[in-house]
């Protein structure tokens, strides 16, 4: 089975752009969930979607936002870029239940300048 | 705000010896703790998890050991390797499938 896939694994941005990221489940997956991670802060929780519902919601503004396909595909978007938002990207797939490992993806590193 | 705090931030152990990371928690909802590992350039990948109603779990050189009445969990490497330097993250969710991640241990064996 493949594993999670996120695209692209590398991007530069200019402050006040916006981006969009990339992320294919595991087959048969139906949750995806997304996370930033950055040295001081560790893995902070954005959002968690499941058949195409967004499920669960961390504590990010509404510059980040994301969707689930009916494929289970998921992307998410940042709108008017900060320098703050440098991090790493990871978005991790998941059969949906409580208590059902998640698994993640290699990331997307994105750098704001 | 923090629901699970983990400690200690960095970890050097020497080879063979052994490495211990601890985490708290606050929200008595939690009822699944997983372990995750995570190497450079690489996303984290599930080491070991457990749920309260058991106190130890054992796989290999890695135990996690849980305290309900503390609301706190550890990880227990035995043996440390070279080959087990990296971040280590504790993580805790509920019914609703919310997954909150301590902020991590990295965690260095010297040969």
């Known amino acids: 089975k493949a594993g999670v896939t996120q695209t692209p694994r590398y991007l530069i941005k200019t402050r006040g752009q916006q981006v969009t990221l990339s992320c294919s489940p595991i087959?048969?997956?139906?949750?995806v969930s997304w996370y930033q991670q950055t040295p001081g802060q560790g893995l902070q929780f954005l959002f968690e979607?499941?058949?195409?519902?967004?499920?669960n919601k961390g504590n990010f503004p509404g510059r980040f936002s994301g969707r689930q396909f009916s494929n289970s595909r998921s992307e998410m978007n940042v709108s008017t870029l900060e320098l703050g938002d440098s991090a790493l990207y990871l978005c991790?797939?998941?059969?949906?239940?409580?208590?059902?490992?998640?698994?993640f993806g290699e990331g997307s590193w994105l750098t704001v300048v | 705000q923090q629901q699970v705090k983990q400690s200690p931030q960095s970890l050097i152990v020497q080879k063979g010896g052994i490495s211990i990371i601890n985490c708290a928690y606050e929200?008595?909802?939690?009822?699944?703790f997983p372990w995750y590992q995570q190497f450079p350039g690489k996303g984290p990948a599930l080491l070991i998890a457990i749920r309260p109603d058991v106190s130890e779990k054992k796989e290999g050189r890695f135990t996690i050991s849980f305290n309900k009445s503390a609301k706190q969990f550890s990880l227990h490497i035995m043996d440390s390797q070279p080959g087990d330097s990296a971040t280590y993250f504790c993580a805790a969710s509920g019914w609703n499938n919310d997954m909150r991640f301590g902020a991590g241990t990295r965690l260095t064996v010297k040969p």
């Open positions: 087959s048969g997956h139906r949750s």
């Open positions: 991790a797939s998941s059969e949906g239940r409580a208590g059902n490992t998640i698994y």
């Open positions: 929200n008595t909802a939690f009822d699944y």
């Open positions: 979607y499941f058949s195409e519902t967004q499920r």
